[in-house]
Each structure stands twice: as structure tokens, then as C-alpha cells.
């Protein structure tokens, strides 16, 4: 397991120290400040700021990883437009914070790419030890951290590697009954990514149909009680309210933080448009393609009914709202958005003990050992283009400037 471990520790610090040398040294430019939204002349002294770009949501958590609860629009150069929707993620700048000692200035740009390696490595740890458990080989363990919704987090220091590190935390402590921890685990995810809120509502979904099923009481059945996804669903609505409410007076009228629309209709657009200008779009062809494999073999664990059902609730969850999310048309947004459901689709398709995918059909075993290998490929894959083109960005241009970046 330490090799696994070591192994993909070493590829994402191969990827921050490349990333490094594009900005010179400064981990400040994982931020990705952009000097269209944050002013350069206002801003502290430890934070690059990058000509010419918008910059995205990591300018915002350095901001908050500096004063957690702050209640200034604007400070640090860095306006916000969207408060309470960042600062209800406050799990990923509160761990920076701590790890910068309280917010200490020069400190913060390095404790936020800490954090997220740190996350990365737990992932992998956590994911290892229950393919272990399941009578798999540990480097199964490598596949959910080779998701290149990971690097693009680690890269511009945003919210996905905690929150995934989190995520898988509480579904290994349901997995083994541990439903206090899970309950902690899924709380803390919440507060660091709202998305993870999709599995702690299958959780009361599945506990309410097995109750009605009395699936419950049968032997080698572990089903979370009802109360493992209330309690981030509430504690999340409580925070939520407040962070609002105290914004509420200084921005009185934010964007809708609601970005669904119609199932299909923006991924088959994307299809269309990058098929269509191929000279300009095949770069995010080259990530787009391979992403929707990867996630339809994620999606086939749903048919996996001795699996836990709310985690099969939870994939379906998952790979609904990413049919009706507008993001296809740039790379960084969908692999982002690609997490949750690839963690699931990967802990599903690995879940299942060794022993019993043997005494199963030589085709139908076949088939599941097939669908993994071919998973495992995918996100390989995928990774090392996203890592490759990810890189440079926003100082270096590239063949992928036009898509890569946010509109």
C-alpha cells in the first residue's frame, strides 16, 4: 500500500513542481488571481497576479483562507461577487487557515496546495485499503485520485480533493458501520463542497426504503440510519442560512447560484460544436470523449443490486445533474464535476469481495473485471492529457487557451 501511496504522491508532486516553475517558485499563482477580478495594486505583496485573466474560485479561498469569517466585499484587492456561495464552502480555507497558523499572510498560498496533496494522499490511502479489504489488489487504490477532476483542484487550489477525501471517508465508515464518523466525514464534506449534500440525501432515501422493505434486517446488511444524511443536510442549511443572512445587507441581489437546465441538451450542443470546429476544439474533444466513456462505465455499477442502495441512489443522483449541467464545453468544469460520480462508480465496481465476482459466471465476471481495467485506463488517461494541458495555465498559452478557460 506505501508503494500505491508513493506512487501517486510522487505524480501529483511532479505535476505542483512543474506548475511551480511556470510561476517561478510562487505556489501563489495556484490561485489563479486574475487581474481583471482582483486588483493588483491592492493586492499583498505573496499574491501573483496573472495579466490579461479572469482568474476563477481559488482567488475566493485565498481570501477566506486568510479571514475564514470574514465580512468585507472586498479586501486583499479580491471583490466578492458571490459571498455566501464561497464562504458556505468554508471547509477548504479553514484547513488552510490552520495549516498557515491562523491565516498568517505569506504562509496561506503554500498551506492551500498542502492541503489539497494532503487530501490527495488520504484518498488514496483510504481507497487502497478497501480495495485490500476486498480481496483486490491495492493499486486499485490509485484509480479515484487519478481522476483529473483532482489535478485541476490541486492545480488551482480548489475544493474537489477535500471534499472527494471526505466523501470517501464517510462511505468507507458506512461501508464498516461506523455511522458517527460517517456522519462527521459527510458533514465536513458538505461544508467543503456542497455536491457531496446529493449522497447524504440517497442515504435518507435508502434508509427510508429498506425500513419499508425491511431489507434492514438482513444478515450482512450495514444500512445507514436515516440521521447519517440528516445531519449534514441540517447542519448545512444552518450554516448556509447564516452566511446569507449576514451578506444579505451588502449583497442584497447575487447571481443564482442554480446552474441545471434541461438533461442532455448542453452536453449533446458541446458534442455538436466541438464536432463541428474541429480545428479549434479538439483539444477539449480529447478529454470530452474519453470523460464520457469513463462515466458510462462508472454508470454501469448501477445495475449492481446487492451493493449498497444509496450508493447506486447517489451515482444515478450524481450522473443526472452532470446530464444537466452547462459545462461541456470546457474541460476543467466537467472533470470537476466528474468526482463525485467516478468515486462512486470506482467504490461500486471495486466494492464487491473478490471471491464472490469469481464464483459468478466466467462472462459476467469477465465483464465486471473488464469494466475496472478499462475505468482504471480511462481516468490514466485523462489525467496525464488534463495534467499536460493544465500546466501552464494561466501564464503559458496553448493549443487549449480558448476552452480551458472559464467564460
Known amino acids: ?12 508532486l511532479a505535476f505542483v513542481g512543474a506548475r511551480l516553475v511556470v510561476f517561478d517558485g510562487d505556489p501563489s499563482g495556484f490561485v489563479t488571481a486574475g487581474e481583471l477580478t482582483t486588483d493588483a495594486a ?49 471547509g477548504y480555507p479553514l484547513a488552510a487557515w490552520v495549516v498557515s497558523a491562523g491565516g498568517h499572510g505569506p504562509w496561506v498560498p503554500g498551506a492551500m496546495v498542502a492541503v489539497n496533496l494532503l487530501a490527495v494522499v488520504a484518498l488514496v490511502l483510504l481507497a487502497a485499503r478497501w480495495a485490500l479489504s476486498r480481496g483486490r489488489s491495492a493499486w486499485w487504490g490509485a484509480v479515484p485520485a487519478a481522476w483529473a477532476g483532482y489535478v485541476v483542484g490541486v492545480g488551482q487550489d480548489l475544493t474537489e480533493p477535500l471534499a472527494g477525501a471526505l466523501m470517501l471517508a464517510s462511505l468507507y465508515a458506512m461501508r464498516v458501520g461506523s455511522f458517527v464518523p460517517a456522519a462527521v466525514a459527510l458533514t465536513a464534506a458538505a461544508l467543503t463542497r456542497e455536491t457531496t449534500l446529493v449522497l447524504a440525501v440517497a442515504v435518507l432515501l435508502g434508509s427510508i426504503a429498506s425500513l419499508s422493505q425491511g431489507a434492514g434486517s ?18 448545512y442549511a444552518g450554516w448556509r442560512w447564516w452566511v446569507r443572512a449576514r451578506w444579505s445587507d451588502q449583497v442584497p441581489d447575487p447571481p443564482s447560484d442554480n446552474p441545471l437546465g434541461a438533461p442532455l441538451m448542453a452536453l449533446l450542443d ?12 479538439w483539444p477539449n474533444l480529447v478529454l470530452l470523449l ?65 471471491c464472490a465476482v469469481r464464483t459468478e459466471s466466467a462472462r459476467t465476471g469477465g465483464r465486471d473485471d473488464l469494466s475496472l481495467a478499462a475505468l482504471s485506463t480511462l481516468s ?13 495555465y494561466p501564464r503559458l498559452d496553448g493549443p487549449w487557451s480558448a476552452w480551458w478557460t472559464w467564460s
Open 42 to 90: 491592492a493586492a499583498p505583496d505573496h499574491l501573483l497576479v496573472t495579466s490579461g485573466t479572469r482568474g476563477y474560485d481559488g482567488q475566493a479561498y485565498f481570501r477566506l483562507a486568510r479571514d475564514p469569517l470574514t465580512n468585507d466585499v472586498t479586501a486583499d484587492g479580491i471583490t466578492f461577487t458571490r459571498p455566501a456561495y464561497w464562504q458556505s464552502r468554508i
Open 270 to 281: 458541446g458534442l455538436a460544436h466541438g464536432l463541428t470546429h474541429l480545428g479549434a476544439q
Open 1 to 12: 500500500m506505501a508503494l500505491v501511496v508513493g506512487v501517486v504522491a510522487a505524480a501529483y
Open 380 to 392: 490514466v488517461a485523462v489525467w496525464l492529457v488534463a495534467a499536460t494541458q493544465s500546466v501552464g
Open 218 to 235: 438482513r444478515p450482512g446488511r450495514t444500512i445507514p440510519p436515516w440521521w447519517v444524511g440528516a445531519v449534514p443536510l441540517v447542519a
Open 290 to 354: 474519453p470523460t464520457l466513456a469513463a462515466l458510462v462505465l462508472a454508470g454501469t455499477a448501477l445495475r449492481f443490486r446487492e451493493e449498497p442502495l444509496h450508493e447506486r441512489i447517489a451515482l444515478a443522483g450524481y450522473l443526472l445533474v452532470l446530464l444537466c449541467l452547462p459545462v461541456w464545453d470546457r474541460g476543467q468544469a466537467y472533470l470537476r464535476w466528474g468526482c463525485e460520480p467516478m468515486l462512486l462508480g470506482w467504490l461500486l465496481l471495486v466494492g464487491r469481495p473478490r
